[in-house]
Structures are given as structure tokens and as C-alpha cells.
T-cell receptor, first 111, second 114 residues
Framework: DAMVIQNPRYQVTQFGKPVTLSCSQTLNHNVMYWYQQKSSQAPKLLFHYYDKDFNNEADTPDNFQSRRPNTSFCFLDIRSPGLGDAAMYLC??????????FGPGTRLLVL | AQSVTQPDIHITVSEGASLELRCNYSYGATPYLFWYVQSPGQGLQLLLKYFSGDTLVQGIKGFEAEFKRSQSSFNLRKPSVHWSDAAEYFCAVGSTSGTYKYIFGTGTRLKVLA
């Protein structure tokens, strides 16, 4: 019954080594989101896709990129992770403005 | 500017006691309003939502929330808290203008004493 799936749940990477986080959904929703959440903080929207239309938040660093090859999958690429990028990364989906469904998150550790 | 305020960073209640978590918002019109719960190391789970109509909405796990337009508030309540309710609670405002984006409050961490 999993609806929004994130892999892996935990990711360890080295400072400066590119890393990719993945998200898939079985809901067939048009919209997919990536959030960054640091400890004891609210989720911060990085970007979202409406179908293939990419919408970047103004304050999202260039170090963060995303790909959505099809409706079901969305990837978050961090080109050169820094220590400050260690966080929980949450993927969410929606079909309209009335609900967002979140995955379990991927916790990223940067060594 | 749109914003969401959760004035209480931490709340501690005894098991069986009642609970109210506060949420105030700033938005040009009546927004879509949500409460989410997050257990440690987990994603966000939707507790309840308000779009229009009856201002008292029921959610999962025995939670309810009341929309008060005059106070720009959407407070979350539960009559009797269980130890498993210990978690972080986020209030969110959703756009009604087609941007598909939410604004989250900073969260309230609930601790439940046995």
C-alpha cells in the first residue's frame, strides 16, 4: 500500500561527492515536491514539478538539481554536498492544492 | 506576505489530559489549512484539513481542529492524549491560487508524560 516511496531511507556521502535521492509514487499525481528539513525545523520547499514543468524556489542553491523522467519518479541530485546539506529530504505528491502526501524521507549524512 | 505561526515550540501534557496546539496564519483570503504530524525520523502524516464549510473538522487519531476566521486561527485539539501522540505537529497553509505550494509553521513538539 506504499504510496510515496523514498530510497534509500538513510544515505551517507562524503563532502563534495555527488549524491542522488529517489522518490517514486503509485498515486499518479501530477505534482511532486522536494523538501529539505533540518533538525527541529519546518520542511523547506526546494522545488516542485507540475507534470514536467519544473518550479524552483528562489532561495534553492544551485547545488540542488532535480529530474522527473516520468510521472512516477522524481530524483534529487546534490552535486557537491557540503556539511550544511545534512538533513532529512522529504518527497511529496499532490494532484491538486487540497492535499500533499509525504514519503518517509531520506536522512542524508555528509562526512 | 503569507505566513504561519505556531507560538508554542514545546508542549508537555500528561497522558489522558486534553491538548490544544495553536496555529495562526496570515493570508489574503481563506486558505486551505492543514495539520500534519511527524514522528521522529518519519515523514509527515496528514491529520486533518479544512477547505470550507463546517469550521470544526475531524481528523484521524481522535484529533479535531476549529477554523476561526475572525482570529485567523486553526487550532488543533484532542480531548485525551495518549503516549503515542508524542511527536512534532506542523500546521500548514495551502495556496488557493494555483501555485500548489504550502507554507509550514515551525512546528510544536509534544511530549506526553506517563
Amino acid at each position: 500500500d506504499a504510496m510515496v516511496i523514498q530510497n534509500p531511507r538513510y544515505q551517507v556521502t562524503q563532502f563534495g561527492k555527488p549524491v542522488t535521492l529517489s522518490c517514486s509514487q503509485t498515486l499518479n499525481h501530477n505534482v511532486m515536491y522536494w523538501y529539505q528539513q533540518k533538525s527541529s525545523q519546518a520542511p523547506k520547499l526546494l522545488f516542485h514539478y507540475y507534470d514536467k514543468d519544473f518550479n524552483n524556489e528562489a532561495d534553492t542553491p544551485d547545488n540542488f538539481q532535480s529530474r522527473r523522467p516520468n510521472t512516477s519518479f522524481c530524483f534529487l541530485d546534490i552535486r557537491s554536498p557540503g556539511l550544511g546539506d545534512a538533513a532529512m529530504y522529504l518527497c511529496a505528491t499532490s494532484r491538486d492544492e487540497r492535499s500533499q502526501y509525504f514519503g518517509p524521507g531520506t536522512r542524508l549524512l555528509v562526512l | 506576505a503569507q505566513s504561519v505561526t505556531q507560538p508554542d515550540i514545546h508542549i508537555t501534557v500528561s497522558e489522558g489530559a486534553s491538548l490544544e496546539l495553536r496555529c495562526n496564519y496570515s493570508y489574503g483570503a481563506t486558505p486551505y489549512l492543514f495539520w500534519y504530524v511527524q514522528s521522529p525520523g518519519q515523514g509527515l502524516q496528514l491529520l486533518l484539513k479544512y477547505f470550507s464549510g463546517d469550521t470544526l473538522v475531524q481528523g484521524i487519531k481522535g484529533f479535531e481542529a476549529e477554523f476561526k476566521r475572525s482570529q485567523s486561527s486553526f487550532n488543533l485539539r484532542k480531548p485525551s492524549v495518549h503516549w503515542s501522540d508524542a511527536a512534532e505537529y506542523f500546521c500548514a497553509v495551502g495556496s488557493t491560487s494555483g501555485t500548489y505550494k504550502y507554507i509550514f509553521g515551525t512546528g510544536t513538539r509534544l511530549k506526553v508524560l506517563a
